[in-house]
């Protein structure tokens, strides 16, 4: 079993219910009253206190920051990377992070949709000049910038291309931006 997996995260949540369980029934039978969200939070607290000490899937980006790798989604926290098309991965999330993507090998037939997310961070994505993308903006006290130049900053807005790639970029506080190589 690895730390932040759906498995730990299921046997987490069991052994709090169980916990809530029993304090109801000592509470009704026994009249004995246990602090049951002090002990959630200490269980908690421990869970994520070993999580990061044996950090899996958590591993450490460029010398600072940490890289989560988790099926097809690839995250930064407090990190800053250079990274390129992964072939498992569809969604890039920026977390407190500075992301350069480099989207150039993307080719006109492909059919695939990507995500990039920053959230109080930056990805500047890098597109090849003859594929067509189509790109979706989503922004909140943030800013999503184009191919084209434009942007959006609070709301949505999507590019007209008709094509098979599609990128889905949401900022929250912080910018995604699109240059075409």
Partial sequence: M?????????????????????????KSFFNIDLPLFRIGLAIFLIYLGLGLIFQSPWRWGKGEGYVVREGSERSWVFASAEIGLDEGASTFNAIFSSVEADFSSLQPEEKRVIQCNAVFGSIEVTLPRDVPVRVEGHAVFGSVEFPDKRSVSFGSLSSDQDSGVIIIANAVFGSVEFKVK
Avoid: N, P, T
């Avoid at 690895?2 to 709090?16: C, D, I, K, N, T």
């Fill in 2 to 26: 690895r730390w932040f997996s759906l498995e730990a995260f299921m046997v987490f949540w069991g052994v709090l219910f169980i916990l809530f369980g029993l304090s109801l029934i000592l």
